[in-house]
């Protein structure tokens, strides 16, 4: 056997559990993985604007609540006060 025999077959054994891979295998594996990357950061952009959203919503539904019941208990309020003006509110004072 000659020694350029030896170093030829010593270089081209496969160490057990690794694979050589090309070049372009390994573009092609870091392309893929930046695509995998951006389809994940968007559906996580998309889940994220999706609760803000929602979050927004649920707001201005309580704050349309909040100025219903605020109107409500201003009429209420004004009621009162006319019912107090009247001259049977003091009667109605005296007897309670």
């Known amino acids: 056997m000659s020694p350029s025999f030896l170093i030829e077959t010593l270089s081209d054994r496969k160490t057990p559990g690794k694979k050589r891979v090309s070049p372009d295998g390994m573009v092609e594996k870091s392309v893929e993985r930046r695509q995998k990357r951006m389809i994940k950061n968007e559906e996580s952009a998309a889940r994220s ?5 929602a979050y927004t919503n649920e707001l201005e539904n309580k704050v349309s609540h909040l100025e219903e019941e605020n109107e409500r208990l ?21 007897i309670a």
């Open 74 to 94: 201003r009429r209420h309020k004004v009621v009162a006060w006319s019912f107090n003006d009247l001259p049977v509110a003091a009667i109605w004072r005296k």
């Open 49 to 53: 604007q999706a609760r803000r959203q």
